[in-house]
């Protein structure tokens, strides 16, 4: 009889399937009866999805090689604290939004702060997460953010993010879960392309700082390409709107009146021309008698000039020769 009691003393509830456990087994685990009226609490409380979440957040926070050190558990501790705040402040405030966006925003904003993370449309049944990629504070492109923190895969992820993406006009989307698809070549991100050539980065919360950075080149890479294309088309507007004006000049008035002032333009050249060669004829005709008169000219002064000599000779002898 005693032993029956003891054994029956040793069974308790499970606080999360109701069923019967042993207490001495669940000790070996380090479940205590401490452990399990905290279960019990976020049972009743309905907070025992958010408990588990937060542990999760915590535990991948925490360097196994200083588990032991006073100073990491402090630290844990006070990122523990802080992150439990800003959740109750955001959850409290709004009720909006669950854990996974608020801590994925949160991991986002440290690797990016020059973008901005919205969840507005999250409570409207739209999108969790949307990422503004911005450089030099203006907005480049959208990247569409699905948070799924479940513990299971499922194919409907894809298919909303898909959705999410077209209500933001984006090729460009993020989908956050804890479990890949079989066929995933990766357990930690990789990269999906649909028909219409979309992009959908499937990542662990884990590695989502460390994927988004590379991913929002892409998103830059793409505008950088359609402000390429889209001045290759102004060049071709551009050029097809100067060939149309260049056409109707050619085929208006204002063409035939140019062709008529380079005619007359022309017949005046002609006629100035032939006035400028009879000029020549003229000046070629009478330089010679002109050159003649001159040598005549000259050699009347070269005897002039040698009477005068003579006389200056006679006058300076006193007027004997």
């Known amino acids: 009889m005693v032993m029956a009691s003891t054994f029956e003393e040793s069974k308790t509830k499970c606080p999360i399937c109701d069923s019967s456990v042993n207490e001495l087994d669940l000790g070996q685990i380090g479940i205590t009866k401490e452990t399990l009226r905290t279960l019990r609490r976020h049972m009743k409380e309905e907070t025992f999805s958010l408990l588990v979440q937060l542990v999760d ?5 925490i360097d196994p090689d200083k588990i032991g050190l006073e ?40 690797i990016s702060p020059t973008d901005d993370f919205s969840e507005e449309n999250a409570s409207k049944g ?3 997460i949307v990422a503004t990629v911005k450089e030099n504070g203006e907005e480049i492109g959208k990247v569409a953010i699905s ?15 898909n959705k999410n993406m077209q209500q933001e006009a984006t090729n460009f989307g993020i989908l956050v879960t804890k479990d890949f698809p079989k066929q995933a070549l990766s357990e930690k991100a ?18 989502v700082s460390v994927a988004y950075p590379g991913y929002r080149w892409a998103v830059i890479a793409e505008q950088k390409a359609r402000n390429s294309i889209r001045s290759m088309q102004e060049q071709l507007e ?16 204002e063409f ?12 005046l050249s002609v006629h100035t021309m032939t006035i400028l060669n009879n000029m020549v004829k003229y000046v070629t005709k009478n330089a010679g008698d002109a050159k003649k008169e001159q040598e005549s000219i000259q050699r009347l ?21």
């Open 301 to 321: 002064l070269h005897d002039t000039k040698i009477a005068v000599e003579e006389l200056k000779e006679r006058l300076d002898l006193g007027g004997s020769k």
């Open 126 to 128: 739209g999108t969790d």
């Open 256 to 267: 035939l009146k140019t062709v008529s002032s380079i005619e007359q333009a022309k017949e």
């Open 147 to 161: 948070v799924k923190y479940d513990l299971e895969w499922r194919t409907d992820f894809i298919q909303q993010l």
């Open 71 to 110: 100073s990491e558990m402090k630290r844990i501790i006070t990122e523990l604290q802080r992150t439990v705040e800003e959740v109750k402040e955001r959850v409290a405030g709004t009720a909006v939004g669950k854990i996974g966006e608020f801590i994925t925003i949160k991991d986002l904003k440290a």
């Open 238 to 253: 551009r050029h097809e709107s100067i060939a149309k004006a260049v056409v109707e000049w050619l085929n208006g008035s």
């Open 190 to 207: 990789y990269l999906k392309e649909n028909k219409t050539g979309s992009l959908i980065l499937v990542v662990k919360p884990e590695f």
């Open 57 to 61: 957040i915590t535990m991948r926070k």
